[in-house]
């Protein structure tokens, strides 16, 4: 009988003891985790003070073409020197790169994560002299100023700075070098004395003190900056040494926004909308790690990393793309911050000329500067360039934007049948049960428990034909087990990331010994991909979509829960790539399930980990949160914080993935989840069992009552993601983006709204007996959509609340269209009538959309939807064709328009698109202004007028 190994044996020792760990028995300790000071490149970029920069830029390097300009910048300490690239892009965005001229062997620049080569635009020249270049950027009055001692460079439109790069001097570019105690360095280095030496005596044209330079300059190139600080060439954290076999080569760069005090992005992060100044703590961090039970208001990092930060002021919006996978720190400080409102005030009234700043400074540990200046000046400007650079929200199938049932785990096929039954039992609409880890056969992955999963075709049918999904979970660690087909195709295609040696790299995580597939891998995705068909994936049907978790990736062995900096994606170590790992498998994943139908089907895959770009694959949710009130409330600017970096498809655990959460706690829950983009309660394996039916027939009701709220606005909610798909704008927004100024909203972040049109203030404190919602839009009004009283805009409203209150206001000026006939499914509701909720603005005008598609092909890309848009203006209410070049039918129709804000007509008549008239029925409330057409009858695909006399 064959001995099993140390590891097999440890194995399920270790498993119980990380699942202890995972538990939430213990909280997060932040020990785990690198603060600045304890990541050598961060600490010693932070060292470096503001004041004069040692770069200088050499003007006569400079090459301009049509789209193009080139510049050395050298290093007067050390004689580096770099080249500087500029690039005016389409739709007002200038492109920064800057690198070194000659490194010893090529840097990491990030691919995948654009769209395309971004297309350029036109530069001219406008000035030059010996102390800079002014260029002009071709849009009205806007030109970049290049001054060359120090280095530095200048955004301008008009007379004002919209931003600068260098102004405080950080710019810090450690150069890639030879270590000097190596046997290459010493040989090189002699080498190049030598050579030197040879064409001094047998140059005729020989120029002592220009060889004297030439020699210093190679000196110094190999050795400059080469003192042995600690953390260059090794450092060592916890158990944990990270080999960097080549040298340091961190870079940095700092930007400043005169006239800015409010900056926003960087997700992921569980603190405030509004970021906060850093100066006197840790800088925030983007490296995605597996934290769990993570702590609230703290700059450490999170699952995922978008380097994206947006600029707000009343005049004007910017954002800052980094481009850079690599472990990065940002530093954010203010000449406004610690002021008191009063003390601004204080400023103003003695006429203080200091005008409002924030400077921002990005660290990264490798790679280049490649830097893109959106320069907005709206929100939507800056949403739509971004979407320009790395793409839009994907667009989900319509079940995937319902309610999602998951706990860890389901534990067998009758569970899942049982609770799929008790939906049914209680009058509760879902459209997808999610399945776990525990549903495989021992942690494989594309696998199922012979026993407990013993025929999934049999349980996937059963859901199917009540018109439900369900979706599966499949890492990206993959059981070392010879028995194993994934692990042996991998392992014999040469898939797995490699460590430093050159072996297969491996880690621990739920499976126990498990191996990485490089997902950096053009070859690796695509076979990943293929693993998606369904003669492949034993048991899949087409009502089987795929969740994408520990894809950090996770490694509980590793230094921070994650995978070694010197593990290697064939020639790029994983420093290089690291943040990027996570949108891999989000993007094999999505393709495989593109592929499992010809092309045909629209994938819906979730995903912890992400990256920019990540939006073109799917939904993300926040990961490991806590059953506390404290973490339903950080939801909201969480996936407010996503939105504004183009992923708009975020929720959080409905109640809590760790602790139990009270009743009251999960009814509010529930009310808060119902209305951000995707909606799914989740639980860990030793929460008791919280089945929305499970807490009494008074919290049932409640929680019934939130879900159908939800279904109810399916159709709005749809829209909203086409519209997002399309243009890169938000679903969930700050109130800002719509009311951009109006200071009352730049720091609201326990309110949003949804689209334009709906307000929505959730109940995130325990005992709350009331709420104060503020209402934007001094000339706006809104309307509760419970009872349709109206409020006016530019005001604190204090609304009382009971348990079952979810302040939802609509905007004046609006028309939202709902379906109220609510049954167990989205595709069940398919073909049921719309209701028409339009509410009147004072000028009493009104508009809205329609959108509708089959729901779940990527038809609509061929033309195959109705877009329609609804108007209200002169008294007359119409419904006018968006896409007349589109064709596509639907058997709904208008049952029912309640005009809020309405006065009472003498009649109301109906104009079809065939050209009949007819009279309709209304009734009205004079109380409320609220005027109801009941049955107006007509096809919600075609135009139609209705006249109020």
Not at 254 to 266: K, Q, T, W
Request: glycine letters at 6%; charged letters at 25%; a negative charge.
């Amino acid at each position: 009988m064959k001995m099993a190994s140390f590891s097999e044996r440890m194995a399920p020792l270790l498993v119980f003891l990380l699942t202890a760990w995972f538990s939430g028995t213990w909280a997060v300790d932040k020990g785990n985790f690198k603060t600045c000071d304890q990541s050598a490149f961060c600490k010693r970029q932070r060292a470096v003070k503001a004041g004069e920069s040692p770069y200088r830029a050499l003007l006569e390097t400079m090459e301009l073409t049509n789209t193009r300009l080139t510049l050395q910048l050298i290093n007067d300490n050390n004689k580096v020197r770099l080249l500087l690239e500029l690039y005016r892009l389409q739709g007002n965005i200038t492109r920064v790169k800057i690198n070194e001229l000659k490194p010893l062997k090529p840097r990491y620049e990030v691919p995948d994560v654009l769209v395309r080569e971004p297309p350029t635009e036109p530069l001219s020249l406008l000035s030059q002299d010996e102390n800079g270049v002014v260029l002009s950027l071709g849009a009205e009055s806007q030109r970049v100023i290049v001054s060359a001692r120090p280095f530095r460079l200048d955004i301008m439109e008009g007379h004002d700075v919209l931003m600068s790069l260098n102004s405080r001097g950080l710019l810090s570019f450690e150069h890639l070098r030879m270590r000097k105690d190596t046997f290459s360095y010493k040989v090189t280095s002699t080498v190049a004395s030598v050579w030197n030496n040879v064409k001094w005596l047998f140059s005729s044209q020989a120029d002592p003190e220009a060889e004297k330079k030439e020699e210093a300059e190679v000196s110094d190139q190999a050795e400059a900056g080469n003192e042995e600080k600690d953390g260059m060439w090794e450092e060592t954290f916890k158990s944990h040494t990270d080999s960097k076999p080549n040298g340091p080569s961190s870079i940095s760069l700092d930007f400043s926004l005169p006239g800015v005090e409010h900056v926003y992005g960087i997700p992921e992060h569980a603190d405030n909308l509004r970021l906060k100044t850093t100066d006197n703590g840790d800088p925030y961090r983007l490296y995605n790690l597996d934290v769990f039970q993570y702590e609230l208001y703290n700059p450490m990092a999170l699952y995922g990393a978008v380097p994206v930060m947006l600029a707000h002021s009343t005049q004007r919006t910017t954002g800052i793309f980094w481009l850079n996978a690599a472990e990065t720190w940002v530093d954010i400080s203010s000449n406004t911050a610690g002021k008191t409102v009063f003390g601004k005030m204080l400023d103003y009234v003695q006429g203080s000329s200091e005008k409002p700043q924030t400077d921002v400074r990005w660290i990264s540990e490798s790679g280049i500067i490649d830097v893109f200046l959106m320069l907005g000046p709206t929100p939507k400007n800056v949403f739509s360039q971004y979407a320009f650079l790395t793409g839009t929200q994907a667009f989900p199938p319509l079940a995937a934007v319902g309610y999602h049932q998951c706990r860890w785990n389901y534990n067998d096929q009758e569970d899942v049948q049982s609770v799929d039954a008790g939906f049914d039992e209680h009058d509760i609409p879902y459209d997808f049960i999610w399945l776990d880890i525990e549903h495989t056969d021992g942690k494989r992955y594309f696998t199922w428990d012979p026993h407990k999963f013993a025929t999934p075709k049999e349980m996937l049918q059963g859901l199917r034909a009540k018109k439900r999904m369900m979706v599966a979970i499949v890492d990206p660690h993959i059981k070392v087990d010879s028995n194993y087909k994934i692990h042996n195709e991998i392992r014999t295609r040469g898939f797995y990331v490699k460590n430093k040696d050159g072996g297969d790299y491996e880690g621990w995580c739920w499976p126990g010994n498990a191996g990485y597939p490089d997902f950096t891998r053009t070859d690796m995705r695509a076979w990943w991909a293929s693993m998606f068909a369904y003669d492949q994936y034993e048991g899949s049907m087409e009502n089987l979509y795929t969740w994408n978790d520990m894809n950090e990736p996770s490694v509980f062995n590793g230094p921070e829960v994650t995978m070694h900096k010197d593990a290697m994606h064939e020639s790029w170590e994983h420093r290089e790539v690291h943040n990027l790992y996570g949108l891999y498998v989000h993007m094999a994943t999505a393709e495989g399930l593109m592929q499992r139908s010809g092309g045909v089907e629209r994938p819906f895959v979730l995903t912890r980990a992400f990256f920019a770009g990540s939006q073109r694959y799917g939904a993300v949710w926040t990961g490991d949160n806590a059953a506390e009130w404290g973490h339903l409330k950080i939801s909201i600017p969480m996936c407010l914080s996503l939105g504004l970096v183009g992923i708009s498809f975020c929720g959080a655990d409905v109640g809590g993935f760790f602790k139990s959460p009270s009743s009251e706690l999960l009814v509010r829950w529930y009310q808060t989840g119902a209305y951000q983009p995707f909606f799914r309660a989740h639980a860990h394996l030793d929460t008791p069992r919280r089945e929305p039916w499970l807490f009494g027939p008074e919290n049932t009701a409640l929680i019934r009552e939130a879900i159908r709220q939800r279904y109810t606005l399916l159709p709005y909610w749809y829209q909203l993601f086409y519209q997002a798909h399309r243009t890169g704008q938000p679903i969930m927004r700050p109130l800002w983006v719509e009311y951009p100024q109006d200071p009352a909203t730049f720091a609201i972040d326990d309110q949003f709204l949804i689209g334009r049109d709906l307000l929505v203030h959730p109940v995130t404190e325990e005992g709350a007996r009331g709420v104060t919602a503020y209402l934007p839009g001094k000339e706006e009004v809104w309307f509760d959509v419970h009872n349709f009283q109206k409020h006016n805009g530019g005001q604190n409203l204090y609304i009382p609340v009971t348990m079952s209150s979810i302040p939802v206001f609509q905007r004046g000026g609006s028309i939202i269209c709902r379906k109220l006939r609510v049954r167990r499914s989205s595709i069940c509701m398919e073909d049921d009538p719309y209701t028409l909720f339009v509410a009147l603005n004072p000028q009493r005008t009104a508009e809205g959309e329609l959108y509708i598609d089959d729901g779940h092909t990527f038809n609509y890309e061929k033309k195959k939807f109705i877009h329609r848009r609804l108007s209200f203006s002169k008294n007359v209410l119409s419904s006018i064709n968006l896409a007349t070049d589109a064709q596509f039918t639907t058997r709904s129709w208008v049952e029912r328009i309640v005009v809020v804000g309405a006065s009472k007509p003498s009649k109301v008549t109906l104009k079809t698109a065939d050209g009949q008239e007819g009279q309709l029925e209304f009734t009205f409330d004079p109380s409320m202004s609220v005027l109801m057409l009941r049955k107006p009858g007509m096809n919600a695909g075609e135009d139609w007028s209705v006249l109020f006399q």
